[in-house]
């Protein structure tokens, strides 16, 4: 079962590729992740996609691709895999099509002012701890550990609004590029994390 994870930033999609991957054995495979271990390794494309990194530029799709392709490539991919944070972009979806075959892609539906909510309202701890002013009653500091809970920089609201206008512009039209291949299953993701993996796993369960 390979799998394709869509939804804006602050959508959940994290949250429900931690999920599947418990719940079906297969690895939940994120870009980010791709880079750190190539560039930690120092793999000739790690190095490679250091270049433009260091650079302050976006890693070229064919990079992108081939690290992509190399990783699906391993043992543990070879009963399916989630992949979270890839296609980005059109030429991306079409680029992947050529080295992978994908069973369904998730559309994880929220709508930006529950997002806006989700993220700005979020107040994480030096510790790990992660908290949303409506669970805090007007506290500030962390329950568990009693430090000074902070915004981090990408929840603030300017930051917000702006990776969701990125979102809109590059990454929405990939669901529509899916539906016109038949893949694409829309899951609503106002609900609580096991709430949108009950949806998640009738879609799958049916494949």
Do not use: W
């Not at 793999?43 to 250091?50: F, P, S």
């Amino acid at each position: 079962m390979n799998i394709i994870l869509l939804g804006a930033p602050g959508a959940g999609k994290g949250s429900q590729a931690a999920k599947i991957s418990e719940y079906y054995k297969i690895p939940h495979i994120s870009t980010g992740d791709i880079f750190r271990k190539n560039i930690k390794e120092q793999t000739a494309l790690g190095k490679l996609a250091k270049t433009f990194i260091d650079a302050g530029n976006l890693v070229p799709d064919d990079v992108v691709i081939d690290l992509v392709k190399d990783r699906l490539a391993n043992d543990d991919c070879k009963n399916g895999y989630i992949l979270d944070g890839f296609p980005r972009t059109i030429p991306q979806a079409i680029a992947l099509d050529k080295v992978a075959d994908i069973d369904v892609v998730l559309n994880i539906d929220v709508p930006f002012d529950v997002i806006e909510d989700r993220l700005t309202g979020r107040r994480v701890c030096i510790c790990g701890a992660t908290y949303h002013v409506s669970q805090l009653n007007g506290r500030d500091t962390c329950e568990k550990c009693g430090q000074k809970l902070f915004i981090r920089d990408d929840d603030k609201i300017e930051t917000v609004k702006a990776r969701l206008k990125v979102y809109e512009e590059q990454t929405a039209p990939l669901v529509e590029y899916y539906q016109g291949l038949g893949l694409v299953k829309t899951i609503k993701g106002r609900d609580t994390v096991d709430e949108t993996f009950e949806e998640v796993r009738k879609v799958l369960d049916t494949l």
